[in-house]
Protein backbone atom coordinates (compact mmCIF):
# COMPACT_ATOMS: atom_id res chain seq x y z
CA UNK A 1 0.00 0.00 0.00
CA UNK A 2 1.34 3.50 -1.27
CA UNK A 3 2.28 4.64 2.32
CA UNK A 4 -0.17 8.34 2.00
CA UNK A 5 -2.91 5.49 1.51
CA UNK A 6 -2.59 4.71 5.31
CA UNK A 7 -2.97 8.20 6.81
CA UNK A 8 -6.80 9.04 7.68
CA UNK A 9 -6.89 13.04 8.21
CA UNK A 10 -9.66 13.36 11.00
CA UNK A 11 -11.43 16.18 9.63
CA UNK A 12 -12.40 17.68 13.53
CA UNK A 13 -13.78 20.92 13.01
CA UNK A 14 -17.26 22.69 12.96
CA UNK A 15 -17.12 24.45 10.19
CA UNK A 16 -18.15 23.54 6.09
CA UNK A 17 -15.43 25.96 4.89
CA UNK A 18 -12.39 24.36 7.93
CA UNK A 19 -13.45 21.39 6.13
CA UNK A 20 -13.28 22.05 2.52
CA UNK A 21 -10.10 24.02 2.64
CA UNK A 22 -8.63 21.18 4.77
CA UNK A 23 -9.56 18.58 1.85
CA UNK A 24 -8.22 20.98 -1.01
CA UNK A 25 -5.06 21.34 0.46
CA UNK A 26 -4.50 18.17 1.20
CA UNK A 27 -6.03 15.24 -0.66
CA UNK A 28 -2.94 14.88 -2.79
CA UNK A 29 -0.85 14.13 0.59
CA UNK A 30 -3.48 11.69 2.48
CA UNK A 31 -5.52 8.72 1.45
CA UNK A 32 -8.91 9.38 3.42
CA UNK A 33 -10.51 12.04 5.31
CA UNK A 34 -12.34 11.01 8.68
CA UNK A 35 -16.02 13.26 9.29
CA UNK A 36 -16.86 12.08 12.77
CA UNK A 37 -19.91 13.16 15.03
CA UNK A 38 -18.76 16.99 15.42
CA UNK A 39 -18.68 17.52 11.80
CA UNK A 40 -21.03 15.13 9.86
CA UNK A 41 -23.74 16.56 12.99
CA UNK A 42 -22.72 20.80 12.32
CA UNK A 43 -22.45 20.45 8.90
CA UNK A 44 -24.91 17.80 7.53
CA UNK A 45 -24.20 14.47 5.62
CA UNK A 46 -23.57 16.83 1.94
CA UNK A 47 -20.66 17.08 3.22
CA UNK A 48 -19.64 13.58 2.01
CA UNK A 49 -20.59 13.82 -1.03
CA UNK A 50 -18.90 17.25 -1.14
CA UNK A 51 -15.51 15.42 -0.11
CA UNK A 52 -15.78 13.28 -2.62
CA UNK A 53 -16.65 15.96 -5.29
CA UNK A 54 -12.93 17.31 -4.29
CA UNK A 55 -11.24 14.24 -4.94
CA UNK A 56 -11.07 12.83 -1.20
CA UNK A 57 -11.98 9.64 0.66
CA UNK A 58 -14.63 9.02 3.25
CA UNK A 59 -14.52 7.58 6.38
CA UNK A 60 -17.69 8.53 8.36
CA UNK A 61 -17.08 7.75 11.85
CA UNK A 62 -20.87 7.61 13.50
CA UNK A 63 -19.94 4.76 15.15
CA UNK A 64 -23.50 3.38 14.28
CA UNK A 65 -25.29 0.91 17.44
CA UNK A 66 -28.87 0.29 17.13
CA UNK A 67 -31.24 -2.51 16.41
CA UNK A 68 -30.16 -4.96 13.14
CA UNK A 69 -32.69 -3.19 10.61
CA UNK A 70 -31.94 0.61 12.06
CA UNK A 71 -27.68 0.13 11.41
CA UNK A 72 -28.39 -1.87 7.87
CA UNK A 73 -30.58 0.74 6.66
CA UNK A 74 -27.90 3.76 7.88
CA UNK A 75 -25.16 1.56 6.19
CA UNK A 76 -27.34 1.44 2.97
CA UNK A 77 -27.85 5.73 3.10
CA UNK A 78 -23.72 5.58 3.74
CA UNK A 79 -23.06 3.51 0.30
CA UNK A 80 -25.13 5.72 -1.33
CA UNK A 81 -23.29 8.58 -0.45
CA UNK A 82 -20.28 6.78 -1.78
CA UNK A 83 -18.18 6.76 1.62
CA UNK A 84 -15.37 4.69 1.59
CA UNK A 85 -15.72 3.04 4.98
CA UNK A 86 -17.36 3.68 8.21
CA UNK A 87 -17.41 1.91 11.27
CA UNK A 88 -20.66 -0.06 14.02
CA UNK A 89 -20.70 -1.07 17.45
CA UNK A 90 -19.03 -4.96 17.77
CA UNK A 91 -21.38 -4.41 20.72
CA UNK A 92 -24.52 -4.63 18.47
CA UNK A 93 -24.03 -8.59 18.17
CA UNK A 94 -23.82 -10.68 15.66
CA UNK A 95 -27.11 -10.32 13.77
CA UNK A 96 -26.55 -6.53 13.30
CA UNK A 97 -23.23 -6.85 11.91
CA UNK A 98 -24.39 -9.69 9.52
CA UNK A 99 -27.37 -8.07 8.20
CA UNK A 100 -25.31 -4.27 7.88
CA UNK A 101 -22.78 -6.58 5.80
CA UNK A 102 -24.96 -8.27 3.62
CA UNK A 103 -27.31 -5.04 2.61
CA UNK A 104 -24.35 -3.19 2.16
CA UNK A 105 -22.75 -5.06 -0.31
CA UNK A 106 -26.45 -6.08 -2.32
CA UNK A 107 -26.51 -1.98 -2.03
CA UNK A 108 -23.38 -1.72 -3.57
CA UNK A 109 -23.92 -4.49 -6.07
CA UNK A 110 -27.25 -3.27 -7.01
CA UNK A 111 -25.55 0.92 -7.71
CA UNK A 112 -22.68 -1.10 -9.89
CA UNK A 113 -19.79 0.29 -7.15
CA UNK A 114 -18.00 -1.33 -4.89
CA UNK A 115 -18.90 -1.35 -1.26
CA UNK A 116 -17.30 0.66 1.86
CA UNK A 117 -15.25 -1.38 4.72
CA UNK A 118 -17.41 -1.97 7.43
CA UNK A 119 -15.52 -1.29 10.70
CA UNK A 120 -16.04 -2.29 14.19
CA UNK A 121 -15.33 -0.13 16.98
CA UNK A 122 -14.46 -2.91 19.39
CA UNK A 123 -13.92 -1.31 23.33
CA UNK A 124 -13.83 2.21 22.81
CA UNK A 125 -10.24 3.56 23.83
CA UNK A 126 -11.49 5.50 26.88
CA UNK A 127 -12.61 2.14 28.98
CA UNK A 128 -10.41 0.84 31.50
CA UNK A 129 -10.03 -2.43 32.98
CA UNK A 130 -11.86 -0.92 36.08
CA UNK A 131 -15.25 0.37 34.18
CA UNK A 132 -15.67 -3.00 32.19
CA UNK A 133 -15.97 -4.82 35.00
CA UNK A 134 -17.65 -1.99 37.42
CA UNK A 135 -19.86 0.40 35.57
CA UNK A 136 -20.48 -1.95 31.97
CA UNK A 137 -20.98 -5.33 34.44
CA UNK A 138 -18.32 -7.00 32.11
CA UNK A 139 -17.11 -9.73 34.23
CA UNK A 140 -13.82 -12.45 34.08
CA UNK A 141 -12.39 -10.53 30.90
CA UNK A 142 -10.01 -7.73 30.08
CA UNK A 143 -10.54 -4.80 28.31
CA UNK A 144 -7.68 -5.99 25.46
CA UNK A 145 -8.90 -9.84 25.57
CA UNK A 146 -12.68 -8.42 25.03
CA UNK A 147 -11.24 -5.70 21.76
CA UNK A 148 -9.78 -9.78 20.24
CA UNK A 149 -13.26 -11.57 20.85
CA UNK A 150 -15.38 -8.47 19.09
CA UNK A 151 -12.95 -8.50 16.17
CA UNK A 152 -13.07 -11.99 15.91
CA UNK A 153 -17.17 -11.42 16.28
CA UNK A 154 -16.72 -8.52 13.69
CA UNK A 155 -14.60 -10.71 10.83
CA UNK A 156 -16.92 -13.66 11.17
CA UNK A 157 -19.89 -11.99 11.28
CA UNK A 158 -18.41 -10.68 7.34
CA UNK A 159 -17.18 -7.14 8.41
CA UNK A 160 -13.43 -5.78 6.79
CA UNK A 161 -12.02 -5.13 9.82
CA UNK A 162 -11.86 -2.90 13.62
CA UNK A 163 -10.79 0.21 14.59
CA UNK A 164 -8.37 -0.34 17.85
CA UNK A 165 -6.25 1.34 20.21
CA UNK A 166 -2.30 0.65 19.39
CA UNK A 167 -2.43 -1.23 22.50
CA UNK A 168 -4.71 -3.92 20.84
CA UNK A 169 -3.30 -4.46 16.98
CA UNK A 170 -1.01 -7.11 17.24
CA UNK A 171 -3.39 -9.81 19.31
CA UNK A 172 -6.37 -8.99 16.47
CA UNK A 173 -3.68 -9.07 14.32
CA UNK A 174 -2.48 -12.65 15.27
CA UNK A 175 -6.35 -12.99 15.65
CA UNK A 176 -7.88 -12.08 12.31
CA UNK A 177 -5.47 -12.73 10.10
CA UNK A 178 -3.63 -9.95 7.35
CA UNK A 179 -6.06 -9.83 5.03
CA UNK A 180 -8.26 -8.06 8.40
CA UNK A 181 -7.85 -3.89 8.59
CA UNK A 182 -6.49 -2.53 11.27
CA UNK A 183 -7.47 1.13 11.59
CA UNK A 184 -5.68 3.09 14.87
CA UNK A 185 -6.61 6.30 16.02
CA UNK A 186 -4.47 8.87 18.65
CA UNK A 187 -1.44 8.49 16.26
CA UNK A 188 1.71 11.21 16.81
CA UNK A 189 4.48 11.83 15.45
CA UNK A 190 7.23 12.38 17.95
CA UNK A 191 8.28 15.62 16.43
CA UNK A 192 4.88 17.05 17.20
CA UNK A 193 4.96 15.64 20.69
CA UNK A 194 3.98 18.62 23.49
CA UNK A 195 5.32 18.88 26.81
CA UNK A 196 2.18 18.09 28.17
CA UNK A 197 2.23 14.29 26.34
CA UNK A 198 2.94 11.43 28.32
CA UNK A 199 2.13 8.18 25.51
CA UNK A 200 2.70 8.58 22.20
CA UNK A 201 2.53 6.22 19.14
CA UNK A 202 3.79 7.27 16.19
CA UNK A 203 3.22 6.49 12.63
CA UNK A 204 6.32 4.64 12.28
CA UNK A 205 5.09 2.39 15.23
CA UNK A 206 1.54 1.80 14.29
CA UNK A 207 3.23 0.73 10.92
CA UNK A 208 5.32 -1.57 12.67
CA UNK A 209 2.67 -2.94 14.95
CA UNK A 210 0.50 -3.91 11.84
CA UNK A 211 -1.87 -1.03 11.56
CA UNK A 212 -2.77 -0.94 7.74
CA UNK A 213 -4.23 2.90 8.51
CA UNK A 214 -3.64 5.46 10.97
CA UNK A 215 -5.96 7.87 12.02
CA UNK A 216 -4.17 11.49 12.54
CA UNK A 217 -5.08 14.88 13.53
CA UNK A 218 -4.18 18.12 14.83
CA UNK A 219 0.10 17.32 14.40
CA UNK A 220 -1.16 17.79 10.05
CA UNK A 221 -4.23 20.38 10.53
CA UNK A 222 -2.18 22.33 13.21
CA UNK A 223 1.27 22.49 11.80
CA UNK A 224 2.43 25.80 10.14
CA UNK A 225 2.25 24.08 6.76
CA UNK A 226 0.09 21.06 6.56
CA UNK A 227 1.37 19.67 3.72
CA UNK A 228 5.01 19.61 4.88
CA UNK A 229 3.58 17.70 7.68
CA UNK A 230 1.76 15.34 5.93
CA UNK A 231 4.91 14.66 3.48
CA UNK A 232 7.00 14.65 6.58
CA UNK A 233 4.62 11.77 7.77
CA UNK A 234 4.78 9.88 4.50
CA UNK A 235 8.68 9.29 4.04
CA UNK A 236 8.82 8.47 7.56
CA UNK A 237 6.12 5.47 6.62
CA UNK A 238 8.14 4.94 3.53
CA UNK A 239 11.55 4.61 5.50
CA UNK A 240 13.45 7.75 4.12
CA UNK A 241 13.48 9.08 7.48
CA UNK A 242 12.58 8.33 10.97
CA UNK A 243 11.53 10.56 14.14
CA UNK A 244 13.53 12.32 15.79
Known sequence: MDPKERI????????????????????????AFKIGMQL???????????????????????????????????????TRQHCYMFNVHAAGGREMMQRTAAEVKAEAASLGIEAP???????????????????????????RELAVKWAALAKASGLDGVVCSPKEITAIRD????????????????WSEVNDQKRITTPWDALDLGADYMVIGRPITKAENPRAAATRIIEELEGNSHAE
Open 117 to 143: LILAVTVLTSITDQQLKEEMYVEGINV
Open 175 to 190: ACGPDFKIVTPGIRPL
Open 40 to 78: YNSVGPSIVEEVNQCGGKVFVDLKFHDIPNTVASAGKVL
Open 8 to 31: ILALDVDTHEEALQLVKTLTPYVG
